[in-house]
């Protein structure tokens, strides 16, 4: 039930987003602008719905860590305990040194 309710609010969120584009479209440019929208609006979504995890990532500055890391340790053992498959685990760049792994 959960899969079924994100996809819905992704949805949701991508349909209102549309709406929007494509509202402005027709008011900057009528009919023309509408057209133009649309091809915006649907470009817009395809990028959003399946890039928006690369992007987020790649904004951050994120690497992917290895089995030999802290925290793909961790989260191996959480999985593990869960029954779950095994995500791509990320850490971006400190912006301080006071976060450490703990001991």
């Known amino acids: 039930m959960s899969k079924l309710y994100n996809n819905i609010k992704t949805a949701v969120l991508l ?26 609006a649907a470009v817009t979504n395809f990028v959003g719905y399946f890039f928006s995890d690369k992007l987020a990532l790649m904004s951050m500055g994120a690497q992917q860590v290895g089995s030999d890391h802290w925290l793909f340790q961790t ?3 959480q ?15 400190p912006s301080n040194q006071k976060h450490q792994p703990p001991d």
Do not use: E, K
């Open 15 to 40: 349909g209102t987003l549309s709406g929007l584009i494509l509202l402005a479209g027709q008011l900057i440019g009528g009919r023309t602008g509408l057209i133009l929208a649309i091809g915006f």
């Open 75 to 77: 989260v191996q053992r």
């Open 79 to 93: 999985v593990a305990a869960a029954g779950l498959p095994m995500p791509r685990v990320y850490v971006s760049p």
